[in-house]
């Protein structure tokens, strides 16, 4: 069975920083492209940040300079570590990867207060 759980959100002050953990169990996500999503109340899903099995990384407009996204293939696990956060970036992180992207984690909070 493929699980993928996220971990280390949380509640920090405009300014600060998080890094969010993404592993994975069942599954090699060494093999997969992954993505970190978020969505906030009301607003759709978005991507956010996206590593290559290469290792190739692309961002959101929104979070480049700020984010970064990294993996450790022995830990079989993902990294997005943001720094200078704002009160937009307020919202529910999900990873994702897989076949086709066909997994999902269960989502952590990252609230941002100003």
């Known amino acids: 069975q493929v699980q993928l759980v996220e971990s280390g959100g949380g509640l920090v002050q405009s300014g600060g920083s998080l890094r969010l953990s993404c592993t994975a169990s069942?599954?090699?996500?060494?093999?997969?492209?992954t993505g970190w999503y978020r969505q906030a109340p009301g607003k759709r899903r978005e991507l956010v940040a996206a590593?290559?099995?290469?290792?190739?990384?692309s961002y959101a407009d929104s979070v480049k300079g700020r984010f970064t996204i990294s993996r450790d293939n022995v830990k079989n696990t993902v990294y997005l570590q943001m720094n200078s956060l704002k009160p937009e970036d307020t919202a529910a992180y999900y990873c994702?990867?897989?076949?086709?992207?066909?997994?999902w984690g269960q989502g952590t909070q990252v609230t941002v207060s100003s």
């Open positions: 994702n990867g897989g076949f086709l992207g066909s997994y």
């Open positions: 069942g599954i090699d996500f060494s093999a997969y492209d």
């Open positions: 590593i290559t099995k290469n290792g190739l990384t």
